[in-house]
């Protein structure tokens, strides 16, 4: 979601959809985790009764767990596309790929977006950190049992193989996405292959 906001924002610059786009992103890399839980809790479940307040049961219960945690990467990304793809559009390759006639969504999607993606791809990586320490206030504030509720009730119960093993996962798991990312700078960026 973040990435076609990012560059719809950028190909719209100083629009309407840009400042809106932009102005929805910077708040939600502003505001805390839980005050943005407790606002979709308030609006969805409460003031138009659309989605449930917290535990599980179904997809729907999903939704605004989901949302809360991915507010702030998704405006991260968005925010950083916009960025890039700014950048990639004013290259002399852009203007040359303009000049031969090709339409705008073949030289937006093709030429630019490509050229815009590793920064793209390493914070989308970098985001990972940021979604397992999410997790800990977005569970507590849904009431969704979950890593992050296990790590914080096993602190408080002094539970230490549980919390060991809770950091070596999220270690592991951090590990492995960013091994995978480094194989996909290499499909996204020729230059990025090892030798």
């Given at each position: 979601v973040a990435v076609p906001v990012g560059l719809l924002s950028a190909v719209r610059r100083n629009s309407f959809v840009d400042h809106t786009t932009?102005?929805?992103?910077?708040?939600?890399?502003?505001?805390?985790t839980f005050f943005l839980g407790i606002l979709f809790?308030?609006?969805?479940?409460?003031?138009?009764?659309?989605?449930?307040?917290?535990?599980?049961?179904?997809?729907?219960?999903?939704?605004?767990?989901?949302?809360?945690?991915g507010a702030f990467a998704m405006a991260s990304v968005a925010r950083l596309t916009r960025s890039a793809v700014l950048e990639v559009l004013g290259a002399d390759f852009v203007r040359t790929a303009r000049a031969k006639g090709l339409a705008e969504r073949v030289v937006v999607v093709k030429h630019t977006l490509k050229n815009a993606a590793l920064p793209i791809v390493t914070i989308?990586?970098?985001?990972?950190?940021?979604?397992?320490?999410?997790?800990?206030?977005?569970?507590?504030?849904?009431?969704?049992?979950?890593?992050?509720?296990?790590?914080i009730q096993s602190i408080y119960n002094r539970?230490?193989?549980?919390?060991?093993?809770?950091?070596?996962?999220?270690?592991?798991?951090?590990?492995?996405?960013?091994?995978?990312?480094?194989?996909?700078?290499?499909?996204?960026?020729?230059?990025?292959?090892?030798?």
């Open positions: 932009m102005g929805l992103a910077l708040v939600g890399q502003s505001a805390p809790i308030l609006l969805f479940s409460l003031k138009v009764g659309l989605l449930p307040t917290s535990g599980r049961g179904g997809a729907a219960h999903l939704v605004l767990p989901a949302l809360t945690l989308t990586g970098l985001q990972l950190g940021t979604l397992l320490g999410g997790a800990v206030v977005t569970e507590t504030v849904f009431a969704w049992p979950g890593i992050g509720r296990l790590a539970d230490y193989p549980i919390v060991q093993c809770v950091v070596f996962l999220s270690a592991l798991v951090f590990i492995v996405v960013n091994f995978c990312l480094d194989l996909v700078y290499g499909l996204v960026d020729p230059r990025a292959r090892p030798r």
